[in-house]
């Protein structure tokens, strides 16, 4: 490990994953250890046009015991290399070699028993998909999902023909640019340089966002059908979004309490289906990324992601608590029927 871009105590490892049609690809492990020793860690996994920046986010876990580890995709952040378009994928699981190798360096090389994933809009996705494939490996013990992106936030007589369009060109070129909405309002609220609190690099997180390819689309589609199907994640899964969508094209202050890149009510929608042990929490006033919520927001957040990790992910060794079978109905049909 190196010293990384944020300086100590965050460390940072490239993982070589080798060439694809643009050239060598890399990802980035970015790991910050708690302030006692611990075998408990937390892999976050950002969003689109996005990678880890979120310091606060990582003083959470390590003030709660957990080593914090952060991966940047390939073609993201630090991952991002001269020659390659930005964020771009022809399927989720590419990404699913970084996600095992930063697995294999979590669990067998530093030696963790307890790994939480959490994974930020198409993060979540793709960590959802990257943990139901990998059931009964005992590789995930949990999984927190912040707004994660299990359906576009268009209307259905748009996506339906505006989808099937992107499927016929993908393949032939995958690289082309689709028009889509611009995320610069969302941007704007976020950016010290604009109207946020939030200072990060913007050659990596641009406040309009990067062009989106076809590829990209179709990858995305295709991993959101899967999911809509239905998962069975073996690990208690907690699934958190904002109360409110916000849809507009001039600035509101309204941007800064609610949800402007997807549909709040679909991620309830879809988030059962994930598995048998879903918690869904809303927050009322919560942005996109939630842990970028306003400071009052954002403490609820960490203080039900707290109390649910003490409820579904408690520490390795923690007694169970045993509840005592309901006391058996013995009143017979008779007495029921005179009662």
Known sequence: MEIDVLGPPYERHTI????????????????????????RAVLYVHGFVDYFFQTHLADFFVEHGWDFYALDLRKYGRSLLPHQTPNFARSLTDYYPELDEAARIIREVDGHTQMLVSGHSTGGLITSLWSHSRQGSGLVDGLFLNSPFFDFNVPWLVKRPLMTAIVGISGRTPYRKIPTASLGLYGESLHTDHRGEWTYDLAWKPIAGFPVTAGWLNAIRRGQRRLRAGLSIDAPILVACSTRTWRGRSWSEDIRLADVVLDVDHIARWAPGLGHRVTIA??????????????????EVFRELGRWLDAFVPPPGTPEINVPPAPEDKTDDKSQATA
Do not use: C, I, Y
């Not at 049609?21 to 020793?37: F, I, K, M, Q």
């Open 16 to 39: 070589d994953l080798g060439s694809d049609d643009e050239g060598p690809v890399v990802a980035t492990l970015v790991r910050r250890r708690a302030d006692r020793p611990s075998r």
């Open 282 to 299: 809303r927050f009322d006033g919560g942005v996109h990324d939630l842990t970028l919520s306003g400071k009052d927001v954002r403490a």
